[in-house]
């Protein structure tokens, strides 16, 4: 089993769509998770961290479920601007020597 | 600049050369990753560095790879004998710290091994 794991899609969504992604991780002692944006040959960058509460930023809201080993992004809104690959990211443990383990991605693509 | 410097930006070598891709992070930033990504695929973590040093070299996929850092500062992946399987974006990150989980990357260097 991949330590992270995610629906690689492609999601295809109107304008206005509210979508989610889910992403689950196999290390319970997992200690923090973030999702990453990778545009099509760009290189990643930070979107959000996931805290335990749950938190939202503008159109973005991401949660975390310890209990079930998955966090999730949920998209309202949709732009074609959002349009790119989401990539959840686990960081393992102190004793992680790897430290932050990528997932795969899921593809988003916004249709006019 | 203000961000993760990588060079060469695009490279074609011939099966069996040996070639050097360049990471120059972020000033201040102690953490250094090399992270490999072919084409469709995630992100396959390589090494990391804290300062100079190395704590884990799992990550390289064969002794054909080694990586250095050098004054806490600039790093090299040197690919010896290069396969066509090493064709691949190398992306370079860094980050304030190993406790973090903002890493800032590179454009990454993208290798054509013919």
């Known amino acids: 089993r991949k330590e992270v794991e995610q629906d690689p899609g492609p999601f295809n969504v109107p304008e206005g769509a509210t979508v989610a992604f889910n992403c689950t991780y196999s290390?319970?002692?997992?200690?923090?998770f973030f999702w990453y944006r990778q545009d099509c040959r760009k290189e990643p960058k930070l979107l959000m961290s996931?805290?335990?509460s749950g938190n939202e930023d503008g159109r973005f809201t991401a949660q975390l479920n310890r209990a079930s080993q998955y966090i999730s992004l949920l998209i309202r809104d949709s732009k074609l601007s959002d349009s790119a690959t989401y990539l959840c990211?686990?960081?393992?443990?102190?004793?992680?020597?790897?430290?932050?383990?990528f997932g795969s991605g899921t593809q988003l693509t916004v249709l006019p | 600049g203000a961000g993760v410097s990588q060079s060469p930006s695009n490279k074609v070598t011939e099966k069996g050369k040996d070639v050097e891709l360049r990471c120059d992070p972020i000033s201040g930033h102690t953490a250094l990753y090399w992270y490999r990504q072919s084409l469709g695929q995630g992100l396959e973590f390589l090494i990391y560095?804290?300062?100079?040093?190395?704590?884990?070299k799992s990550g390289l996929p064969s002794d054909r790879f080694s990586a250095e850092r050098t004054g806490g500062s600039v790093s090299t992946l040197t690919i010896q004998r290069t396969q066509q399987e090493d064709s691949a974006v190398y992306l370079c990150?860094?980050?304030?710290?190993?406790?973090?989980?903002?890493?800032?990357f590179g454009e990454g260097s993208r290798l054509t091994v013919l």
């Open positions: 996931v805290y335990s």
């Open positions: 990150a860094s980050s304030l710290g190993l406790h973090t989980g903002e890493l800032f």
């Open positions: 290390n319970s002692a997992s200690q923090s």
């Open positions: 990211v686990v960081r393992g443990d102190s004793g992680s020597a790897r430290q932050l383990t």
């Open positions: 560095f804290q300062g100079n040093s190395a704590p884990d």
